[in-house]
T-cell receptor
Framework: DAGVIQSPRHEVTEMGQEVTLRCKPI?????LFWYRQTMMRGLELLIY????????DSGMPEDRFSAKMPNASFSTLKIQPSEPRDSAVYFC????????????FGDGTRLSIL | GQSLEQPSEVTAVEGAIVQINCTYQ??????LSWYQQHDGGAPTFLSY????GLEETGRFSSFLSRSDSYGYLLLQELQMKDSASYFC????????????FGSGTKLNVKP
């Protein structure tokens, strides 16, 4: 089975530009998570969805960040306008919500805002 | 709130046994998970302790003691490929699908 697929793998853009990160979860997984990883703050949960509905967005840093899940196989995380402090690795993960709930992570998007 | 502490770095030799500790301060949680992340890679799930005690999966074991607010990951017969960062994560009590991750421990395995 294919794992969680994220695109792009790398993104370099200038501050002020809009950035859109994409994620395709594992088929059949009801939960989708967006994380951000930096050296300073570690791995932080930004938002998670259950059955395409946002459940907890308390980790979204500010209004410049937004996330959507229009259907069970696709989600986006958008930053507008982007700032240099948004530079990080952004991971998408999915789980089936059963048992010990292991989260399956994508390979991440390495975002650099110049 | 949730606060997890791990040593920032641990070094061990190939073939040895190493223990990575995770201490936490939390208002309550369902269980403790461990993830491995190689440089430039994605976190991958290793183990989960819902109850106190030891869980064994091959060369890796994980332990939880709620009374001591403490857990650890034990890696036996270390191999060079075990060089990676290891994260503990608690599953929030009142937000069943939410996990809080520790800052991670970088394990360096030397020949």
């Amino acid at each position: 089975d294919a794992g969680v697929i994220q695109s792009p793998r790398h993104e370099v853009t200038e501050m002020g530009q809009e950035v859109t990160l994409r994620c395709k979860p594992i088929s059949g997984h009801d939960y989708l998570f967006w994380y951000r990883q930096t050296m300073m703050r570690g791995l932080e949960l930004l938002i998670y969805f259950n059955n395409n509905v946002p459940i907890d967005d308390s980790g979204m840093p500010e209004d410049r960040f937004s996330a959507k899940m229009p259907n069970a196989s696709f989600s986006t995380l958008k930053i507008q306008p982007s700032e240099p402090r948004d530079s990080a690795v952004y991971f998408c993960a999915s789980s089936d919500g059963q048992g010990n709930q292991p989260q399956h992570f994508g390979d991440g998007t390495r975002l650099s805002i110049l | 709130g949730q606060s997890l502490e791990q040593p920032s770095e641990v070094t061990a030799v190939e073939g040895a046994i190493v223990q990575i500790n995770c201490t936490y301060q939390t208002s309550g949680f369902y269980g403790l998970s461990w993830y491995q992340q190689h440089d430039g890679g994605a976190p991958t799930f290793l183990s989960y302790n819902a109850l106190d005690g030891l869980e064994e999966t091959g060369r890796f074991s994980s332990f939880l003691s709620r009374s001591d607010s403490y857990g650890y990951l034990l890696l036996q017969e270390l191999q060079m490929k075990d060089s990676a960062s290891y994260f503990c994560a608690v599953r929030a009590l009142y937000n069943f699908n939410k996990f809080y991750f520790g800052s991670g421990t970088k394990l360096n395995v030397k020949p």
